[in-house]
């Protein structure tokens, strides 16, 4: 039983994967997802066959020393072009709640309707009357909001570009259940 789930789980990663890398080769190059599959596929099969484990085991050393060269040159590089500025705080938007006074005075914040102890976004000042609001979306204390509202579960939400985000919540999911399979 254990072993026809983890073939099962194995199964549905690499179809996930086989999908995700068809569509980032459609993207790339034109041509059909059907197409795209099939090429990512038949890509794999050969690889394979042709090296077996051998192949993926100098590919992994392979893959590792670049990851480890490209970790150790962004980190020299960024140690030694580290600048010490911030973008200014958040402008903030309708009902923002400035974290500071600093802030507050920085763009002429007012108390807020629901805490006057609090400094919130100046309407007055940052909205004119025809609703054209000058604001950015700060992190703080709302968090981001969302764009695209379907893009972890719909694979054309981005389109023209590929969304790899559903491949990979969707290897995720069969990678826990694979590892689930495994522990019984």
Request: overall charge negative; charged content about 10%.
């Amino acid at each position: 039983m254990v072993s026809c789930c983890t073939i099962t789980s194995f199964l549905c990663l690499l179809a996930g994967n086989l999908v995700g890398t068809g569509a980032v080769l459609a993207y790339l190059l034109t041509i059909t997802p059907t197409g795209a599959i099939w090429m990512s596929a038949v890509l794999v099969f050969a690889y394979t066959v042709a090296g077996g484990l051998y192949s993926v085991a100098y590919t992994d050393v392979l893959q590792a020393a670049v990851g480890w060269l490209g970790c150790m040159t962004l980190a020299f590089y960024s140690i030694k072009n580290e600048k010490i500025t911030a973008p200014p705080p958040s402008i903030g938007f309708p009902s923002y709640k400035y974290p500071d006074d600093t802030t507050c005075e920085m763009y002429d914040g007012v108390p807020c309707e629901n805490d006057v102890t609090a400094c919130c976004y100046n309407t007055d000042k940052w909205c004119p009357s025809d609703n054209k609001c000058f604001y950015d979306n700060g992190a703080y204390p709302f968090g981001d909001q969302s764009h695209f509202t379907d893009q972890m579960t719909n694979a054309y939400s981005l389109t023209p570009f590929p969304n790899a985000v559903v491949f990979n919540w969707a290897n995720i999911f069969v990678l826990a259940f694979g590892n689930l399979a495994g522990t019984l």
